[in-house]
């Protein structure tokens, strides 16, 4: 059983959480291999079990090219992903025989904001006929370049083994 993590990170905050549910995953005992989406496969070859898409929300869903721009306006440093959005990449990507997959996001913790990249690609993904391993996850930061808040790693790690017990439910089933 393998997983396929694909993410899209302006300021390096959701890399920072993919990294942590790797962490999650491994430490149940699953491996992933992890993937900047510019340099992310097409198709997906039948060993990877579930795909796990990763992205900041922009917008109140999955970026475009123009709030893309407006990142890189504000990036101190560089960017992490300065090619393609995962909107565009979920949008050719070819599936196993039985697409699987899990999303997660980042967003900024504020009332009443509402939006979220990772429920945006999942809603994407099952139109395209995939299946959902587990429920859409947000992990907040406290401003636009971040810093992730306090615990949020951690969470992310917490979500990484609840995904690698959902992952062997689903695929053992
Ligand atoms: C152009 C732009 C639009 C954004 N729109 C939203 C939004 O609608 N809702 C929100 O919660 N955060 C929004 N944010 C904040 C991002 O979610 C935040 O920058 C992201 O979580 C940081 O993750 P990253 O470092 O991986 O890019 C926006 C950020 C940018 C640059």
Not at 105 to 126: E, F, H, M, N
Not at 142 to 157: F, M, W, Y
Request: aromatic share 6%; charged share 25%.
């Amino acid at each position: 059983m393998s997983a396929l993590l694909v993410y899209e990170s302006m300021f390096g905050n959701t890399k920072a959480v993919a990294e942590a549910v790797l962490r999650g995953l491994a430490a149940s005992g699953i491996e992933a291999d992890f993937v900047e989406v510019s340099e992310a496969p097409r198709v997906l070859g039948d060993d990877v079990s579930v795909l796990i898409a990763a992205g900041p929300t922009h917008a109140f869903g999955l970026s475009r090219d123009r709030t893309r721009a407006d990142a890189a306006k504000q990036a101190i440093g560089g960017l992490v992903s300065s090619g393609l959005g995962l909107r565009e990449w979920i949008a050719g990507v070819k599936g196993t025989a039985r697409p699987r997959f899990a999303t997660f996001d980042t967003k900024v913790r504020r009332p009443r904001l509402p939006g979220s990249a990772a429920r945006a690609a999942a809603k994407q993904l099952r139109r395209r006929g995939w299946s959902q391993v587990l429920p859409s996850a947000t992990f907040y930061v406290s401003g636009t370049q971040g810093p992730l808040l306090p615990g949020e790693i951690e969470r992310a790690e917490r979500w990484g083994r609840e995904l690698a017990s959902a992952m062997s439910s689903v695929l053992l089933a």
